[in-house]
């Protein structure tokens, strides 16, 4: 009986001691393994030597869905942590918006047998971390004008990708992408005139 004892618990204490090394590898795995790189290494070994062509597009489709990853996240998190109505109501349409246009973006991706990031990017996790890390008007602030920077910066890659993408359907997603992000910019600069206006 007691002998049985001391070997459930050897057995007990190696799978514990198993277990947490188990965890540890994920940890670190996780860590080390950006999902945007994930995502352009498969995209690199599918279409490296096959299709310049295919993986030049590929890195468009990546980018994008960093960037509807980035909006929904943020948006979730002006919506819960600003108290400026404004605020809150861009939050919502873009986390709605981007939500949309993720879904979207997978569809495309999958047709063109593309990868893209499957999580949150390590410049997500980033931009999130700065945000959260303020408070008040300084949070509403920096949410403005990060909303009409990035929307800036996408609206410029997506009408590379409209002209210069080869795949034509890439091309077409890419130009029916442009009036929707306009109309967000137009969003974000008259929340930023609003939040800037407060004293």
Not at 19 to 27: E, R, V
Request: net charge negative.
């Amino acid at each position: 009986m007691k002998r049985t004892s001391l070997l459930s618990k050897a057995l007990l204490g190696a799978a514990v001691v198993t277990l947490s090394f188990g965890i540890q590898s994920c940890k670190n795995e996780t860590k080390n393994e950006d999902a945007k790189e994930v995502a352009e290494d498969q995209n690199e070994a599918k279409f490296d030597d096959v299709n310049d062509e295919k993986e030049s597009d590929s890195d468009y489709l990546v980018a994008a869905a960093e960037v509807d990853m980035k909006e929904i996240e943020l948006g979730k998190l002006a919506q819960t942590k600003s108290t400026n109505p404004d605020v809150k109501a861009l939050g919502k349409m873009m986390e709605d918006a981007h939500s949309k246009a993720l879904a979207d973006l997978k569809a495309t991706a999958s047709k063109k047998n593309i990868s893209i990031p499957e999580s949150s990017t390590e410049n997500v996790q980033d931009a999130y971390k700065d945000l959260n890390d303020k408070t008040g008007h300084d949070f509403d602030k920096a949410y403005a004008d990060m909303m009409v920077d990035g929307h800036e910066k996408t609206i410029d890659k997506m009408e590379k990708a409209s002209e210069k993408a080869n795949d034509p359907d890439i091309r077409m997603w890419a130009a029916n992408m442009l009036p929707e992000l306009r109309k967000h910019l137009e969003h974000a600069k008259m929340t930023k005139e609003k939040v800037d206006a407060v004293k």
